[in-house]
């Protein structure tokens, strides 16, 4: 089983940036590896996906412009890169991989980092 851990969370001014960092260990990432967020009082959504092998990405229309999935294969760690970042923005992120479509959650979850932007 693979274990995820997520860094790089904060409090954040709007327009300002982030870097969330997904490092693997134990195994390496499966297919896809994904970024949900989940914002307070509000349930899970998807964000972004990143291709292990081919590094193509994917991001929900909220996020498109702004938010910059990448990977590092000889760190086995993914990044969400988020510029720009808005109020609505504020969420908890988790990174995600495991069997399964772009867009839907494997099993395999990190913990979560906080990350909240202010107006």
Same mark, same amino acid.
């Given at each position: ?36 967020? !989940? ?5 899970? =959504?998807?964000? $972004?996906?990143?291709?292990?092998? @081919? #590094?193509?990405?994917?991001? +929900? ?19 969400? !890169? ?5 109020? =609505?923005?504020? $969420?908890?992120?988790?990174?995600? @991989? #495991?069997?399964?479509?772009? +867009? ?16």
């Amino acid at each position: 089983q693979v274990q995820l851990v997520e860094s790089g969370g904060g409090l954040v001014q709007a327009g300002e940036s982030l870097r969330l960092s997904c490092a693997a260990s134990g195994r390496t990432f499966s297919t896809f590896v994904r970024w949900f967020r !989940q914002p307070p009082g509000k349930e899970r =959504e998807f964000v $972004a996906a990143i291709s292990w092998s @081919t #590094g193509g990405t994917y991001y +929900t229309d909220s996020v498109k412009g702004r938010f910059t999935a990448s990977r590092d294969n000889a760190k086995n760690t993914v990044y969400l !890169q988020m510029n720009s970042l808005k109020p =609505e923005d504020t $969420a908890v992120y988790y990174c995600n @991989t #495991g069997p399964g479509l772009l +867009t839907i959650a494997g099993p395999d979850w990190g913990q979560g980092t906080q990350v909240t932007v202010s107006s």
